[in-house]
């Protein structure tokens, strides 16, 4: 089946700097990489995803690469705010999704 | 457009016992899928229904079953509750068509088992 690895665990950034979160996968059929954002309490919300057929997407400050050769992807948060202060899960499938083990990204004022 | 609905969103139960969850999804959506979230282990998919069928299930034991009913909202039940069992438990819906690879999570339901 498949395996998602993310990485870093925690990621600690200051007001206005950018950050960075990084997933590999093992399964070459995974055509759907979605990224997720939890809050306290809450259930993961859809922030972005790209399609296999897809090198790059962007919305707002928020972008997502893909390279489906070295099978990874990663999240990019430009001008982060307090507020994107969460956990971040990246997941990897078709149909199905499986998760990486999340990233806890601190934003500090 | 209400988002997907969970109910309780807390519950308390002692080993042995058994629990339903229960999941309204997104109006339209026709599929729900059924997650476990623990700290060690992070969010791990249990089963998904579509058309009130099983359509893919994941590697859980068979004290975790589930259903959809024809209105598409859909129940899991765990029976002889053990302490591992105490996670959060998240439903998703998603919409069954072309692009029907996008997932909506529900705040989940809190389960402890004592």
């Known amino acids: 089946g498949e395996n998602v690895e993310q990485h870093p665990s925690t990621l600690s950034v200051q007001e206005g700097d950018s950050a960075v979160i990084k997933c590999t996968y093992s399964?070459?059929?995974?055509?759907?990489f979605p990224w997720y954002k939890q809050e306290l309490g809450k259930g993961p919300q859809l922030i972005i995803d790209?399609?296999?057929?897809?090198g790059e997407k962007k919305d707002q400050r928020i972008a997502v690469t893909l390279n489906k050769t070295a099978k990874h992807f990663s999240l990019h948060i430009t001008e982060t705010q307090p507020e994107d202060s969460a956990v971040y899960f990246c997941?990897?499938?078709?149909?199905?999704?499986?998760f990486g083990k999340g990233t806890m990204l601190l934003v500090s004022p | 457009k209400a988002g997907v609905t969970q109910t309780p969103r807390y519950l308390i139960k002692t080993r042995g016992q058994q629990v339903t969850l229960s999941c309204s999804p997104i109006?339209?959506?026709?599929?729900v899928s059924w997650y476990q979230q623990t700290p060690g282990q992070g969010l791990q998919f249990l089963f998904e229904?579509?058309?009130?069928?099983?359509?893919n299930k994941g590697n859980f034991p068979g004290r975790f079953s589930g259903r959809q009913f024809s209105n598409s909202r859909s129940e899991m039940n765990v029976s002889t509750l053990e302490l591992g069992d105490s996670a959060l438990y998240l439903c998703?819906?998603?919409?069954?068509?072309?692009?029907?690879?996008?997932?909506?999570f529900g705040p989940g339901t809190r389960l402890t088992v004592l």
């Open positions: 997941a990897a499938g078709d149909s199905t999704l499986t």
């Open positions: 109006s339209g959506h026709r599929s």
């Open positions: 998703a819906s998603k919409w069954w068509g072309m692009r029907s690879n996008e997932q909506f």
């Open positions: 399964d070459s059929a995974s055509n759907y």
């Open positions: 790209i399609r296999s057929n897809v």
């Open positions: 229904y579509f058309s009130e069928t099983q359509r």
